[in-house]
Structure formats: C-alpha cells, structure tokens
C-alpha cells in the first residue's frame, strides 16, 4: 500500500549534509528520499537543494547529472523548494567565488564575500562565519503566513558560509543576519521557492520548525503556493 506520506526529493549531487537533512524531514512527518533522479526529483511533492562547498564544483558536478533544466522546471512549477546553504546561493544569476559562475538563473543576483575587516577600525572578522547568529524580520514585520512562521524574530540559527546571496529585488528577503559591519539576506522566498543562508537541521527544535512548515506547504492546494509572503 503506498504512503501517504508526502514525499520530498533531497537533490544528491555530492555536496551538503544530506542525511541530517533526511532526518529532519522523517522528524516532522515526511517521506524523504536522497536522490540524483530527474524522475525521483519531478515526481516529489516537494524538493529540498542542500549544499555546502564552493560554488562552481557544485554547478559543474548539476551540469554533469543533467540537472539543472530540472531544478528550473521545479522552480517554474507550484512544488515547494527550498534551497538552503550552499544550496540558496547556486539560485541565484551568479557566484563571485574564486572567479565567476553562472548560477541556476532562477533568482536573479550575485552571491558575494563576507567582508573581513571592520570598516570603521579596521579590526579583522573571522570568514567563514561559523555558529549561532541571529535572524531578523523585515522592519518587525511577523512571518506568521511565511515558512519561517512559528519563530520568534531574533531567533538563534546556525550558519558555516562565506558569502551571501544580494537579490536583486529586495522584495524577496525575508529575514537578515548581521555579521561583523555585513547586515545580509538570510532567508528569501518567491512564491513556492524558499531559500535560507543558515542550516535548519543543524539549528534544533527552531530548524525543525522550518521543516515543519515545509511540510505544512506541501499540504496546501496548488493556487495557494503560489501568494506572496508580502
């Protein structure tokens, strides 16, 4: 008898802490599967794009499994997608991360560096950031109807990056971080694309209320996929 469960394909292309990932999603109820299918992936109620590393490896290794048309057409559908770490900056248009890299194209943007001096003395900040940082709401606007619904602003999460994504249309950003004299997106959404900087899985019970209300996206009707956070 098939599950029904929903299920979300966690998209395999070397990179990210997958099985953590996996373990978050059966935490809160979902069938998760680890994968490098179009088929596994298309099929999916919802999609997950983990990803720690550098930018053009994990572009390069998309390319090599035939993936990237498939991640577009996941964006251009009504499936919910969340892209986090790594996996929220290869969205974007491009990466400056030793070099240039196109990036899936589907947000528009540049993924940039953590600065590293403190411009008003001069003082060094450590990159990549690594622990707990804060995440804050847009001008003390809730995120009661956004998948950060739930969380208090403020809330601790756990971040391990050295750049960050600048959308073009700020609209976008749900919540910031601030590190050293950097305020940047941490958290963006475009209809049924999510995107967060930080690691839900690694940011406990406040990562697994992410999670949570990923799952409760894939529960919605189609049409209800698609309204604005904003």
């Not at 490098?36 to 099929?43: G, K, N, R, V």
Request: glycine share 10%; aromatic share 8%; with cysteine.
């Amino acid at each position: 008898m098939r599950s029904c469960k929903k299920r979300v394909a966690i998209v395999d292309y070397g990179m990210g802490n997958l099985f953590s990932v996996q373990q978050a999603c059966e935490h809160v109820g979902l069938e998760a599967a680890i994968t490098s299918s179009a088929q596994a992936i298309l099929s999916a109620d919802g999609v997950i794009l983990p990803g720690v590393g550098a930018f053009g490896d994990a572009m390069a290794t998309l390319a090599q499994r035939d993936l990237i048309g498939v991640l577009r057409d996941v964006a251009d559908s009504d499936k919910p997608f969340l892209g986090i770490c790594l996996g929220m900056q290869l969205l974007m248009t491009e990466s400056h991360e030793f070099g240039r890299h196109e990036g899936l194209k589907i947000l528009e943007g540049d993924v940039v560096r953590l600065a590293e001096t403190r411009p008003e003395d001069g003082r060094i900040v450590k990159v990549p950031q690594v622990g707990w940082n804060r995440i804050r709401q847009i001008n003390g606007r809730p995120w009661d109807d956004s998948w950060l619904a739930g969380l208090a602003d403020g809330t601790f999460m756990y971040f391990v990056h050295s750049f960050y994504v600048q959308p073009a249309d700020p609209s976008l950003i749900c919540a910031t971080t601030r590190y050293g004299q950097t305020t940047f997106c941490s958290s963006l959404r475009r209809g049924n694309v999510l995107a967060c900087q930080f690691h839900p899985e690694r940011s406990g019970p406040q990562g697994l209320q992410v999670y949570a209300n990923f799952g409760a996206a894939l529960q919605r009707p189609v049409a209800e996929s698609r309204v604005s956070t904003r």
